[in-house]
């Protein structure tokens, strides 16, 4: 990741106090980290409204919460999230992406249209990006 800092602030001609989310928000792409947060929740965006679009392996990859409880929940599009004890479970992707999904606000989560999420979770993820 230093290493894309590093080619941000060559090709944009940055000096190294200029901010490196504004040299990704330039090239408008995001960080390592968050590129990768970016295709676990395209995924899971697919899973819930698109699951034709997946690859047979991923069509019962992730466990909608409705679909686990009998009541009906406020959170209709959550995803159900395994107890897991160990810090190398919760590194899986499906542990991973079902708890990034379930942090999403609802209005996001409804969104049908592929393009349209994407570019809000785009935003949102840079959003984050400067708050934390």
């Not at 929940?73 to 999230?81: G, M, S």
Request: net charge positive; proline share 3%; no cysteine.
């Amino acid at each position: 990741m230093v290493l894309n800092n590093k080619i941000l602030r060559i090709l944009q001609q940055q000096n190294i106090r200029v901010h490196t989310v504004e040299l990704y928000k330039n090239y408008n792409t995001l960080p390592i980290p968050e590129l990768h947060k970016y295709q676990l929740l395209v995924l899971v965006h697919k899973f819930v409204h698109h699951n034709d679009k997946l690859p047979p392996a991923f069509a019962n990859y992730f466990m909608l919460n409705r679909n686990v409880h009998s009541y009906n929940t406020r959170k209709n599009h959550d995803l159900h999230l395994q107890n897991l004890q160990t810090t190398v479970g919760k590194k899986i992707i499906k542990f991973k992406a079902s708890q990034l999904w379930n942090q999403l606000l609802n209005e996001i989560k409804e969104i049908k249209s592929e393009s349209l999420f994407k570019s809000r979770i785009k935003v949102y993820l840079y959003n984050k990006l400067y708050t934390e």
